[in-house]
């Protein structure tokens, strides 16, 4: 089975551009989250989406940052303008929601970004 | 609120050794689930092993242990047999749950084992 896709999956960017991260999650799964992880602070949970509905999104950092889930197999990240700052490894995953062990969230690759 | 801690920032441990990484939380929520996750260095974030807050035994994925202690909120790792390719991070996380829906995971900040030959 195909896990969480992300793509792409190194990008570097100049200060002031348009960012868009890309994920699939994994079918069937009926939550989607966007974490970005940095060395000074860590894993931080950006926003998550539950039936394609935004949830909490109390971790996206400011108004450059916005996240879109149009349907259940796609989403997106964006950052508009770019800073240097955002440089990060952007991660996206999924998860079944089943209650139990089905709580479980799968993890993509990881989209690392680098902008200057 | 949530929170996860592991004291532990590093770790070291011999080949073939069994070690235990630390990890407590604190919920005011019946219902929750623990996790840990692996980070080699390659980065990706791959699954290890779930408890369940009403869970009686504690899980055990192979070589993976996870001991809890719910009463004094810890749900340390123990990897028995350690092998050279267990050198990573370790992340610790827990998820409070909602009639089976799952809130947001948050994570503790890691700890880096190195496994030594």
């Given amino acids: 089975d195909a896990g969480v896709i992300q793509s792409p999956r190194h990008e570097v960017t100049e200060m002031g551009q348009e960012v868009?991260?890309?994920?699939?999650?994994?079918?069937?799964?009926?939550?989607?989250?966007?974490?970005?992880?940095?060395?000074?602070?860590?894993?931080?949970?950006?926003?998550?989406?539950?039936?394609?509905?935004?949830?909490?999104?109390?971790?996206?950092?400011?108004?450059?940052?916005?996240?879109?889930?149009?349907n259940a197999s796609f989403s997106t990240l964006k950052i508009q303008p770019s800073?240097?700052?955002?440089?990060?490894?952007?991660?996206?995953?999924s998860s079944l929601d089943l209650g139990g062990s089905g709580n479980t969230i799968y993890f993509g690759e990881g989209s690392w970004l680098t902008v200057v | 609120a949530q929170k996860i801690t592991q004291?532990?920032?590093?770790?070291?441990?011999?080949?073939?050794?069994?070690?235990?990484?630390?990890?407590?939380?604190?919920?005011?929520?019946?219902?929750?689930?623990?996790?840990?996750?692996?980070?080699?260095?390659s980065g990706e974030m791959i699954f290890l092993i779930y408890q369940g807050s009403y869970d009686q035994q504690n899980a055990t994925e192979g070589r993976y242990s996870l001991n809890f202690q719910k009463a004094r909120k810890s749900a340390n790792l123990v990897i028995s047999a350690s092998q050279l390719g267990d050198s990573a991070m370790y992340f610790c996380a827990m998820r409070e749950t909602y009639y089976n829906q799952g809130g947001k995971l948050i994570f503790g900040q890691g700890t880096e084992l190195s496994v030594k030959p």
């Fill in chain 1, 20 to 70: 868009t991260l890309r994920c699939k999650p994994i079918s069937g799964h009926n939550s989607l989250f966007w974490y970005r992880q940095t060395m000074m602070r860590g894993l931080e949970l950006l926003i998550y989406f539950n039936n394609n509905v935004p949830i909490d999104d109390s971790g996206m950092p400011e108004d450059r940052f916005s996240a879109k889930m149009p």
């Fill in chain 1, 83 to 93: 800073e240097p700052r955002d440089s990060a490894v952007y991660f996206c995953a």
């Fill in chain 2, 7 to 41: 004291t532990q920032p590093g770790m070291f441990v011999q080949e073939k050794e069994a070690v235990t990484l630390d990890c407590t939380y604190d919920t005011s929520d019946p219902s929750y689930g623990l996790f840990w996750y692996k980070q080699p260095s």
